[in-house]
């Protein structure tokens, strides 16, 4: 049932749990955060050399310096993306983000530019990332994985885990995210 609805929609149903309409979802935009959602996911429709896709870029731009948000449409970001509470978020342009992915403020999910981890996260499907982590380089994020709060990630973690501490240690669990990622798509 969850097809015939769009990515947008799938973002705002994680919040309320309601199928939303097009006027419900702008009249949620009030909060911040869904706020800022509805205008990348309007960026990432658009093509950057249109009229449009300016347009959203430039309202975007805006709202990143407004609420502290530093996401950019290159992002690869799945269904039903939720961010807790507004204030400074980084998330590097070529860092992927599976689906039904909770991010708290204060998160970095970054670059890493020399090592064995030079590169860029993947992070997988149904993760819950804590307040003030850092995820940073070439690493695997698996599905089912809850991130602490002031979590340092600088290394592959398995699906089904629960990474806490700097530095962090993982720590396996079946159940990592019950609880935390509600109404899934």
Known sequence: MAEQYSTLQKDFYRESGKWLSTFEIWAKCINPNLHFIYILRQTQKYKKKSLPGLFWRLV??????????QIYPETEIGEGFYLGHWGSLVINPKAKIGKNCNIAQGVTIGQQNRGKNAGYPVIGNEVWIGTNAVIVGAITIGNNVLIGPNSYVNFDVPENSVVLGNPAKIIPAEDATEGYINNRV
């Open 60 to 69: 975007l731009r805006r709202h990143q310096i407004k609420y502290g948000f």
